[in-house]
């Protein structure tokens, strides 16, 4: 019994320590502010207890909000460091899960830090995002299964019924994992299904963690400042956590194309953790399997439905982008390629390292053994510290800081987004600083997405959302122009407005180097000259930054502005420069924005 007590407690400050040091590091590299693509809306959504995109992600939002009350550092600082803590708290429940399988604490130590410095993982725990809140989620109901395999309590298999619900409000991919967890289930205990009432405990306790989304029609009807979706209708309600919007459930779509992302996810896995250690975690999983296939159907069951199953069963083909943003998904196949890699590890010391005959030789290869084990984590920690260090992050900040400075006093701002990455985090920026800091509240922002609607209530027709988005673009901005006209108020966009944008109009912009003020015609365009605002955004030049594919086609966007301005005063050699400059980090070939500079060159420099 003393020796139980000794190991638990042994593996609880083992774990803490994983917990302290992968936490300390987080810190360090955290953003300080809003990130990329969704983080802007995350924090905004936790900030003012708002809704989020489906499927509104409302254990995150919560969590958020109980870290939005840390008594220091910006609002940003404080929901980013949720990602840190779940990030920490996977890292630990890996260590927890390793030494059970292996009992080696020093191999369960190493391999629990080198996920927590892997490139992928680490970079989704220093930004406001829900991937690490899930990644925790499933190393934890993986121990609770482990724990029920050895003790065959039923109270482990209702903590798990009541935690896998509750890791649903936080991320719905996570119910492609109910098949291997179920199959683990029965082949462990089949009696299971024939117990009614277990069944009907573990079923109530599911529900009771689904329980979390009553938050979205709650807080919608009370009317937030961030309402995605109108959530306190039914219908609404049920399209929203089932991601109808999207509509990316689609299995039979693109079939030949998914085969690229099926490349690209081996490749991510070679890129986090190098060739060798593919094939050691390969013998990793045939280790598992001989000494307990039950569990290793269960890891391989997690592996394959949170990557083939996700490729499969969505929409999206290989692209570019796609491949960027599915890359995050697979945070849990990580965690168990690094088990199977523990396995491997576990194995070759049993089979190979403890035969060596010879107490120097074994003295020796053992000292070598555990040296190795405290490299390699220090070696993906400095590897991979300044690609992935966050802490100077300022780039969409101080952009979006600079495009609402830019603006006249009671200016209409019409955001349309390309259902880009790009347009993803520019209004989601926009949307932080408005919302949670505050700024310029004289400004009104249309999108089409109606996302500052509590303000201003701008209808769109039904037949609105089902055009192309050419035919979307030209309606909003006849709506956006009528409405400012009718009060008198400036109108700008994001986007160039050529002659050509509008079905009844001749409209025309002109850039400030960071946005475009719109005309009637582009000869009261050509008369009435934007004064160049210096402005100061950090990170443009940065090469850790630029290896970012968001971040470069972020500072692409902006590069194109500054392209048009030049264009539109003259100056044809910084034109020239700075449209170089966009297309080399455009990620996307004749992309729209490049399209509609060059119909803008045409159309500005008609005599």
Same mark, same amino acid.
């Given at each position: 019994?003393?020796?139980?007590?000794?190991?638990?407690?042994?593996?609880?400050?083992? $774990?803490?320590?994983?917990?302290?040091?992968?936490?300390?590091?987080?810190?360090?590299?955290?953003?300080?502010?809003?990130?990329?693509?969704?983080?802007?809306?995350?924090?905004?959504?936790?900030?003012?207890?708002?809704?989020?995109?489906?499927?509104?992600?409302?254990?995150?939002?919560?969590?958020?909000?109980?870290?939005?009350?840390?008594?220091?550092?910006?609002?940003?600082?404080?929901?980013?460091?949720?990602?840190?803590?779940?990030?920490?708290?996977?890292? $630990?429940?890996?260590?927890?899960?390793?030494?059970?399988?292996?009992?080696?604490?020093?191999?369960?130590?190493?391999?629990?830090?080198?996920?927590?410095?892997?490139?992928?993982?680490?970079?989704?725990?220093?930004?406001?995002?829900?991937?690490?809140?899930?990644?925790?989620?499933? $190393?934890?109901?993986?121990?609770?299964?482990?724990?029920?395999?050895?003790?065959?309590? !039923?109270?482990?298999?209702?903590?798990?019924?009541?935690?896998?619900?509750?890791?649903?409000?936080?991320?719905?991919?996570?119910?492609?994992?109910?098949?291997?967890?179920?199959?683990?289930?029965?082949?462990?205990?089949?009696?299971?299904?024939?117990?009614?009432?277990?069944?009907?405990?573990?079923?109530?306790?599911?529900?009771?963690?689904?329980?979390?989304?009553?938050?979205?029609?709650?807080?919608?009807?009370?009317?937030?400042?961030?309402?995605?979706?109108?959530?306190?209708?039914?219908?609404?309600?049920?399209?929203?956590?089932?991601?109808?919007?999207?509509?990316?459930?689609?299995?039979?779509?693109?079939?030949?194309?998914?085969?690229?992302?099926?490349?690209?996810?081996?490749?991510?896995?070679?890129?986090?953790?190098?060739?060798?250690?593919?094939?050691? $975690?390969?013998?990793?999983?045939?280790?598992?399997?001989?000494?307990?296939?039950?569990?290793?159907?269960?890891?391989?069951?997690?592996?394959?439905?949170?990557?083939?199953?996700?490729?499969?069963?969505?929409?999206?083909?290989?692209?570019?982008?796609?491949?960027?943003?599915?890359?995050?998904?697979?945070?849990?196949?990580?965690?168990?390629?690094?088990?199977?890699?523990?396995?491997?590890?576990?194995?070759?010391?049993?089979?190979?390292?403890?035969?060596?005959?010879?107490?120097?030789?074994?003295?020796?290869?053992?000292?070598?053994?555990?040296?190795?084990?405290?490299?390699?984590?220090?070696?993906?920690?400095?590897?991979?510290?300044?690609?992935?260090?966050?802490?100077?992050?300022?780039?969409?900040?101080?952009?979006?800081?600079?495009?609402?400075?830019?603006?006249?006093?009671?200016?209409?701002?019409?955001?349309?987004?390309?259902?880009?990455?790009?347009?993803?985090?520019?209004?989601?920026?926009?949307?932080?600083?408005?919302?949670?800091?505050?700024?310029?509240?004289?400004?009104?922002?249309?999108?089409?997405?109606?996302?500052?609607?509590?303000?201003?209530?701008?209808?769109?027709?039904?037949?609105?959302?089902?055009?192309?988005?050419?035919?979307?673009?030209?309606?909003?901005?006849?709506?956006?122009?009528?409405?400012?006209?009718?009060?008198?108020?400036?109108?700008?966009?994001?986007?160039?407005?050529?002659?050509?944008?509008?079905?009844?109009?001749?409209?025309?912009?002109?850039?400030?180097?960071?946005?475009?003020?719109?005309?009637?015609?582009?000869?009261?365009?050509?008369? !009435?000259?934007?004064?160049?605002?210096?402005?100061?955004?950090?990170?443009?030049?940065?090469?850790?930054?630029?290896?970012?594919?968001?971040?470069?086609?972020?500072?692409?966007?902006?590069?194109?502005?500054?392209?048009?301005?030049?264009?539109?005063?003259?100056?044809?050699?910084?034109?020239?420069?700075?449209?170089?400059?966009?297309?080399?980090?455009?990620?996307?070939?004749?992309?729209?924005?490049?399209?509609?500079?060059?119909?803008?060159?045409?159309?500005?420099?008609?005599?």
């Amino acid at each position: 019994m003393t020796d139980y007590i000794f190991k638990i407690r042994t593996n609880f400050l083992i $774990a803490c320590f994983i917990f302290f040091a992968a936490m300390a590091v987080y810190i360090f590299t955290l953003a300080p502010t809003i990130y990329l693509e969704d983080g802007g809306e995350f924090v905004t959504a936790a900030a003012t207890l708002g809704i989020a995109h489906p499927s509104g992600y409302p254990l995150f939002v919560l969590i958020g909000k109980l870290f939005s009350f840390i008594p220091f550092g910006t609002a940003a600082w404080r929901v980013n460091l949720v990602s840190a803590f779940f990030g920490a708290m996977t890292s $630990a429940m890996l260590y927890l899960i390793i030494e059970r399988l292996t009992k080696k604490k020093a191999v369960a130590a190493a391999t629990a830090l080198v996920l927590a410095f892997s490139p992928i993982f680490w970079s989704q725990s220093v930004v406001a995002e829900v991937y690490t809140l899930n990644s925790f989620f499933v $190393a934890l109901l993986i121990y609770i299964l482990l724990v029920w395999q050895e003790r065959r309590e !039923d109270k482990y298999l209702l903590w798990f019924a009541f935690l896998y619900g509750l890791s649903l409000t936080n991320h719905t991919m996570m119910i492609l994992l109910a098949p291997a967890f179920g199959l683990f289930i029965v082949m462990v205990d089949f009696n299971v299904l024939r117990r009614f009432g277990l069944i009907l405990k573990m079923a109530a306790l599911f529900f009771l963690g689904l329980l979390v989304y009553a938050y979205l029609p709650i807080r919608s009807a009370q009317g937030p400042i961030l309402d995605w979706g109108d959530t306190d209708h039914l219908k609404n309600f049920w399209a929203h956590i089932t991601r109808k919007l999207y509509g990316d459930f689609s299995p039979l779509h693109q079939e030949k194309s998914k085969l690229g992302l099926v490349g690209a996810f081996v490749y991510n896995l070679v890129y986090d953790f190098f060739w060798p250690t593919l094939f050691l $975690a390969l013998i990793g999983f045939y280790g598992l399997i001989k000494k307990n296939y039950k569990i290793g159907i269960l890891t391989l069951g997690i592996f394959i439905f949170n990557s083939l199953g996700i490729i499969g069963l969505r929409r999206a083909g290989w692209n570019i982008e796609v491949e960027y943003i599915f890359r995050v998904y697979y945070l849990p196949c990580l965690l168990i390629f690094m088990i199977w890699l523990a396995e491997a590890i576990d194995l070759l010391y049993k089979n190979y390292l403890v035969k060596i005959k010879g107490v120097f030789f074994l003295s020796a290869a053992k000292a070598g053994f555990y040296f190795i084990l405290i490299i390699l984590p220090i070696s993906f920690l400095f590897t991979y510290y300044k690609s992935v260090d966050k802490s100077g992050f300022w780039l969409n900040y101080d952009y979006a800081k600079k495009l609402l400075e830019s603006l006249e006093p009671n200016a209409v701002f019409l955001f349309y987004g390309d259902n880009t990455l790009t347009a993803d985090s520019e209004i989601f920026s926009l949307m932080y600083l408005q919302m949670v800091e505050g700024a310029r509240p004289d400004v009104f922002i249309l999108t089409h997405n109606n996302f500052f609607y509590k303000k201003v209530k701008v209808d769109f027709p039904n037949e609105f959302f089902y055009k192309i988005p050419i035919k979307q673009k030209e309606k909003i901005l006849e709506i956006a122009w009528e409405s400012a006209k009718k009060n008198s108020f400036p109108l700008y966009t994001n986007f160039i407005v050529n002659e050509d944008t509008s079905r009844n109009k001749k409209f025309a912009s002109r850039s400030n180097g960071i946005t475009y003020k719109v005309y009637e015609d582009i000869n009261e365009a050509r008369k !009435d000259q934007r004064p160049y605002l210096p402005q100061i955004i950090m990170n443009l030049d940065e090469p850790a930054i630029l290896e970012d594919y968001s971040a470069r086609g972020f500072i692409s966007h902006y590069y194109y502005n500054l392209a048009n301005y030049y264009l539109e005063n003259n100056n044809q050699d910084k034109s020239r420069d700075y449209l170089v400059k966009a297309i080399e980090l455009d990620p996307r070939a004749y992309s729209l924005e490049y399209q509609d500079f060059i119909r803008h060159r045409e159309e500005w420099q008609k005599k």
